[in-house]
Every structure is written in C-alpha cells, then in structure tokens.
C-alpha cells in the first residue's frame, strides 16, 4: 500500500506542490487579513455585535453599489473618501465598527485605516456583503 502511494505521489508531483502552494497562499491570506484587518467577524458574530453593543456599521463600497443593496441602517463611507468623511462616524471613537465591502478584502483595509484614526473597536465582516446574504440575513436598498 505505502509503495503505491509513494508511486502515485512521484507520478504527480507537481500536482502536489500546486496544492501546497495553494494551501500555503489560504493561509498567508489569512494570517494578512488578521494582521492588517484585525479579528475579523463573521455574519452571526457581526449580528451579535450590532444588536448587543449597537456597533455603527459602514459600507466601504461605492455609492452605486450601496444603492444597489447594503445592511439595514449602514453608513456609505467609500473607502477612497474614508478619512476625509470619518468625521460622519461620529465623536465616540469608542463605539464599536462593523465595516464590510463586497467580499471582505476591501473592508480589512478600512478597518486599519478607521483604526490610525483613532477608532478603538474596527471589525471587518468576513466575506462581506456576499457572505452575509449567503448566510440569508437581511439587506436593504433604501
């Protein structure tokens, strides 16, 4: 059994350094967003958050996306006009932040941006918008 293995394994060796490639880019992708984003929540954790602590949640997308669809009560913040508008968020740079973009990529790079300028609690939605309603919780295009 151990001899066809290894024979299998050096019949497709560059199929198994692909693979190891790619597990070691997810998890490189992981440890980035954990480091430049900060603990990322997920849909339910993000639920908790807004209806337990009254998290401000803000939309990094564009005002065309926004209107297209966005969380219930979001703040459309693009992440292009992010630090010239934060003034919007509010004086309480205490309360807690739920940023989320289309698929959570974008949102990690506002939640660093929203934390040099003084924002104590930032949490990127992970798999943003996307994520959120795969997980059948409720969007608004008001």
Same mark, same amino acid.
């Given at each position: 059994m151990m001899l066809i293995l290894v024979e299998f394994f050096h019949h497709h060796a560059g199929l198994f350094a692909a693979l190891g490639a790619l597990v070691a880019a997810l998890i490189a992708n992981?440890?980035?967003?954990?480091?430049i984003g900060g603990r990322r929540l997920t849909p339910q954790d993000a639920v908790r958050l807004i209806n337990d602590r009254e /998290? *401000?949640?803000?939309?990094?997308?564009t005002a065309a996306d926004f209107k297209k669809s966005h969380l219930l009560n979001a703040v459309n913040l693009p992440l292009a006009k992010l630090e010239e508008r934060a003034g919007e968020l509010g004086k309480d740079r205490a309360?807690?932040?739920l940023v989320y973009c /289309? *698929?959570?990529?974008?949102a990690n790079e506002a939640a660093a941006k929203l934390r040099k300028l003084g924002f104590a609690e930032v949490y990127p939605l992970r798999g943003g918008l996307n994520g959120w309603m795969n997980s059948n919780l409720p969007v608004t295009a008001k």
């Open positions: 992981e440890i980035h967003g954990n480091l /998290a *401000l949640v803000v939309d990094v997308r309360r807690p932040l /289309a *698929l959570g990529g974008t």
